[in-house]
């Protein structure tokens, strides 16, 4: 048990000091300092009494009468220099989720506390460095980021198995189901080489060089893999390696892939037949036989919520109607019926668009034909898939609605974590960029799912917690306070399961 002591020096002053017994001997653990008047004493005492709670974790049962806590307390205030604040808070909190997932075990504290800085304040590489110190007093050489990368850019493998592990803990994933889509990230340059090249920009940005995410998440819209490819790669041309990667790394049997409509091919679906993959993808229903589409719209016969199913060589074409959907599509065949109309009537600006048929010497003329096509399949949404009768249609339709959790994805990597543009010019600094932001987006899609909170709610609630840096001018010593925690970040917390 500590006790605190006062003795007189050899100067005369009083000295307070933190002393326990060990042996039935007396024993000084600490030195707090020296004192000269009544006042200061009492202040040396306080920090004495905060430094045993610090040791001890609670309260002391005997604290100094009330009248010498008040004085000291101003005494201290008076001493001391503010020297500004930190967020310790948020760290914490992160840094234990990061142990969380284990990826404090892949034993580079640099990338982990660029995860953190990431979902914090996403700024660049340098700048995070610095912000690292500001915000959490935590020192890294900027040269060592670049001497990391190397090492890093080999954690992608067991970054993805750590999170697809705390996915089959945490939320229930056995690979049975899992949702692929890609998006594009552009760099600020306009130079390309062999990784970023131009390509269909999903961020509308042609002309400059891009690169092309293919991700892989659990029906929660947590991620669990994700692969680079070249800027000009097409999409569809990506479905193949990134399940088969995926199939591999976990020794899956049997996997059941939902994507959208522009991985559907006939290479892809051989390659996924032949792999013994189960898939649901989007149909392009426009792009069918008239035949087949007024066989559709017969069967549907407007209906909302109506289901049918036929089979075709792509694999089974289940499709839905809904009378919400109907409208949306109606209201949009009706603006773009307009502007092809208005186009016609003024031929002296013919600019091609749906519904508008340019014929010889710059003639045009409305698209009969195409409006009728178009008018069948109002309100229409089909979907392949090998599953068969053991699936029923609505389980195929509701697969592949659950699609928008990548989406989701995406957005929070582009908006929220600031994922682009880049402006890293060599492949390995490029590839820890996206491991980095593979990381914060699992933390982030982690904090999220549980809280049922928005992320930018809960880094504002966090952040409100800060401590106070203050420097007692007497001894010498930082004295941290902690300003209280709010109601809505302990309930955060608790669905966390995270002590405060």
Do not use: W
């Given at each position: 048990?500590?006790?605190?002591?006062?003795?007189?020096?050899?100067?005369?002053?009083?000295?307070?000091?933190?002393?326990?017994?060990?042996?039935?001997?007396l024993s000084m653990v600490a030195h707090i300092g020296s004192a000269h008047n009544n006042e200061e004493i009492k202040t040396l005492q306080q920090i004495a009494v905060r430094w045993i709670e610090k040791q001890t974790r609670q309260k002391s049962l005997l604290p100094l009468p009330a009248d010498e806590i008040s004085s000291g307390g101003l005494s201290l205030v008076e001493k001391c220099e503010y020297l500004g604040i930190r967020y310790t808070f948020i760290y914490e909190i992160l840094h234990k989720l990061l142990a969380r997932f284990q990826f404090t075990c892949l034993g580079n504290k640099l990338l982990n506390d660029l995860v953190i800085m990431r979902?914090?304040?996403?700024?660049?590489?340098?700048?995070?460095?610095?912000?690292?110190?500001?915000?959490?007093?935590?020192?890294?050489?900027?040269?060592?980021?670049?001497?990391?990368?190397?090492k890093m850019v080999k954690l992608k493998r067991a970054a993805e198995q750590l999170a697809a592990k705390l996915a089959v803990a945490e939320f229930g994933l056995?690979?049975?189901?899992?949702?692929?889509?890609?998006?594009?990230?552009?760099f600020?340059?306009?130079?390309?080489?062999?990784?970023?090249?131009?390509?269909?920009?999903?961020?509308?940005?042609?002309?400059?060089?891009?690169?092309?995410?293919?991700?892989?998440?659990s029906r929660d819209g947590f991620p669990v893999a994700y692969e680079i490819f070249a800027g000009n790669k097409f999409e569809g041309h990506t479905l193949?390696?990134?399940?088969?990667?995926?199939?591999?790394?976990?020794?899956?049997?049997?996997?059941?892939?939902?994507?959208?409509?522009a991985m559907i091919s006939m290479d892809n679906i051989q390659a996924l037949k032949q792999r013994g993959l189960q898939y649901i993808v989007g149909a392009r229903i426009g792009n069918l036989p008239l035949k087949l589409i007024a066989n559709i719209s017969r069967l549907l016969n407007q209906l909302d919520g109506a289901t049918m199913r036929v089979a075709t060589v792509h694999g089974?074409?289940?499709?839905?109607?809904?009378?919400?959907?109907?409208?949306?599509?109606?209201?949009?065949?009706?603006?773009?019926?307009?502007?092809?109309?208005?186009?016609?009537?003024n031929s002296s600006g013919i600019k091609r668009t749906k519904f508008l048929q340019i014929g010889n010497k710059n003639t045009?003329?409305?698209?009969?034909?195409?409006?009728?096509?178009?008018?069948?399949?109002?309100g229409v949404k089909g979907y392949y898939t090998n599953l068969g009768e053991a699936a029923s249609n609505q389980t195929i339709i509701n697969h592949y609605h659950s699609l928008w959790r990548v989406e989701q994805a995406f957005r929070i990597a582009k908006n929220d974590l600031q994922m682009r543009p880049m402006f890293h010019f060599k492949k390995d600094a490029i590839k820890v960029h996206v491991l980095i932001c593979f990381m914060a987006l699992a933390i982030s899609k982690y904090l999220e799912i549980k809280t049922a909170?928005?992320?930018?709610?809960?880094?504002?609630?966090?952040?409100?917690?800060?401590d106070a840096r203050l420097l007692d001018t007497l001894t010498k010593k930082e004295i941290i306070m902690r300003t209280k925690i709010p109601e809505n970040t302990k309930m955060l917390l608790q669905r966390l399961n995270l002590p405060y």
């Open positions: 048990m500590y006790h605190i002591r006062k003795t007189k020096t050899a100067s005369g002053a009083t000295a307070v000091q933190v002393v326990k017994y060990v042996r039935r001997k979902i914090v304040k996403p700024v660049s590489k340098l700048q995070s460095l610095e912000l690292i110190k500001d915000y959490f007093g935590i020192s890294h050489r900027r040269q060592f980021f670049y001497e990391s990368l190397l056995d690979f049975s189901l899992i949702f692929y889509d890609v998006t594009t990230l552009y600020e340059s306009f130079q390309n080489d062999d990784l970023r090249k131009p390509g269909f920009s999903k961020d509308n940005k042609p002309n400059q060089p891009q690169i092309v995410i293919g991700l892989v998440v193949i390696p990134v399940i088969e990667s995926f199939k591999s790394k976990h020794s899956v049997k049997t996997l059941t892939v939902v994507a959208d409509a089974d074409l289940v499709c839905d109607f809904s009378l919400k959907r109907y409208r949306k599509d109606k209201r949009e065949m009706d603006k773009q019926i307009e502007k092809a109309q208005r186009l016609v009537n045009c003329a409305i698209n009969q034909g195409l409006i009728e096509k178009t008018k069948l399949i109002l909170t928005p992320l930018q709610q809960i880094i504002k609630a966090f952040k409100q917690v800060t």
